[in-house]
């Protein structure tokens, strides 16, 4: 018995598909690293610091709460969630945006950092 394989393989996706989602996703990256870097600069924080893994959440926690250690809640699960949103809402206190600002970050944190690194938002410091 022959299996046959053309019902399969005429389901693959498009390697052109793959290229532009890739690109897209490239594009997206680039700019939440370019706006956290100007998000730290404007905290007064080296902007390289951006780009050092675990220790950017440090500083994202430490610009917004005040308390750096805090990410380390991150790694309890449920309470992450809960966390990333107190973190968010707290940011978007830091620089002196409302609550719509804070759903902006929770949702669609991709576009948001961006908008909040590289928009005409002062940081006034944590409360």
């Known amino acids: 018995m022959k299996f046959d394989y053309t019902y399969y393989s005429s389901n693959a996706i498009d390697p052109t598909t793959l290229y532009i989602s890739g690109l897209i996703g490239l594009i997206f990256g680039i700019l939440y690293i370019v706006g956290l870097w100007k998000i730290f600069t404007k905290a007064n924080i080296a902007g390289w610091k951006a780009i050092v893994p675990l220790y950017n959440m440090y500083l994202l926690f430490k610009i917004s709460m005040g308390n750096g250690w805090l990410f380390l809640l991150l790694l309890i699960p449920f309470v992450n969630f809960i966390m990333l949103i107190i973190m968010y809402a707290k940011l978007a ?35």
């Open 93 to 127: 206190t830091a620089f002196g945006k409302g609550a719509g600002y804070t759903l902006g970050l929770i949702f669609l944190s991709g576009i948001f950092i961006p908008m909040l690194g590289l928009g005409s938002a002062e940081y006034v410091g944590n409360k």
